[in-house]
């Protein structure tokens, strides 16, 4: 496709001599190329030869590896790109692309036109510590690192080492994919506190890429929780419910919802079922007892806060 590209026209004796392959092996790869949908073209004759059709595709050939590298990030929004400093190589690369002569449907704006994304999720506040951009350098040389992590788990900030499998943007939140003691965690990097370079290399497991740590850690967050917590919603809360549990909810179909919908909500831990507090009434926890017995000691905690001083 190159020599191709760089030439108006030529023949299969002149592919097969600067391939060093033979005329049947060039004859082979030409069929390939056309049946594949390629814009190749092969005229017979003294004045034929093989030739691509002109402003039939950008030349790639001018993307350089760097370039080439942030194009393949999919998914990424702008914004993104830019907390990995890598703005600046995706906007030259799309502007080689969008140099390229296109043949557009007539009658249609481009999608860049008429498409925006912006992964973040709403209201995000600015967040600190550690930036995508800081660590994408030791994590691209596969090094181990050692960092201090600031969990809500944690009275205090913890220091870990761990071998990383890259970095995970995930509905605007930046995590660090890597192992610890040989088991996979995500790491947020606002909470990272700290983090220096190990002069090792990351030991991670065999056959293991960041794309399936992450989505088996994507599955065990969403699929596997230790509580499982039967509840009845006002008719008028049900959809705000849904926005905030997700898949974490599940609704009983067979209920009659005049009364409220009857669901199933699942939670990892016992002191996160205070999510139901906004709710108030509109919620009915009918088990398991010890949640009830929970959010009775929560609403009592936050009444008690709440009552008038005996002086005023």
Request: glycine letters at 6%.
């Amino acid at each position: 496709m190159l020599l191709l590209a760089s030439r108006d026209a030529v023949t299969t004796r002149e592919l097969a001599s600067a391939l060093g392959v033979s005329l049947r092996t060039i004859t082979r790869d030409l069929n390939w190329l056309r049946d594949a949908g390629l814009p190749v073209t092969v005229r017979r004759g003294r004045l034929g030869g093989v030739t691509m059709l002109p402003g039939s595709g950008p030349d790639l050939t001018r993307l350089t590896p760097d370039e080439r590298d942030h194009l393949s990030l999919t998914g990424l929004d702008e914004k993104q790109r830019a907390e990995l400093d890598a703005s600046v190589e995706s906007r030259r690369a799309l502007s080689k692309l969008a140099a390229a002569p296109s043949r557009r449907t007539p009658g249609l704006l481009p999608l860049t036109d008429v498409v925006h994304v912006d992964s973040r999720p709403w209201l995000q506040a600015h967040t600190s510590g550690t930036s995508p951009a800081s660590l994408i350098g030791p994590v691209r040389r596969g090094r181990r690192l050692r960092i201090g992590y600031d969990s809500s788990r944690e009275p205090r900030p913890c220091e870990l080492v761990v071998d990383p499998y890259g970095l995970f943007a995930k509905a605007g939140i930046w995590y660090l994919v890597a192992d610890c003691a040989r088991g996979p965690r995500m790491y947020r990097l606002e909470r990272i506190t700290a983090w220096k370079e190990v002069d090792q290399p990351r030991r991670i497991r065999e056959g293991q890429t960041l794309a399936t740590v992450a989505a088996a850690l994507i599955e065990q967050w969403e699929h596997h929780h230790a509580i499982e917590v039967s509840a009845t919603i006002d008719q008028s809360q049900i959809e705000r419910a849904r926005r905030i549990f997700g898949q974490r909810l599940v609704r009983d179909d067979h209920a009659h919802p005049a009364t409220g919908h009857k669901v199933t909500i699942r939670f990892r831990r016992l002191e996160d079922v205070r999510a139901l507090l906004p709710f108030g009434s509109a919620v009915t926890v009918h088990g398991p007892t010890e949640v009830r017995a929970h959010l009775s000691d929560l609403a009592t905690s936050l009444a008690d806060h709440y009552a008038p001083s005996p002086m005023s």
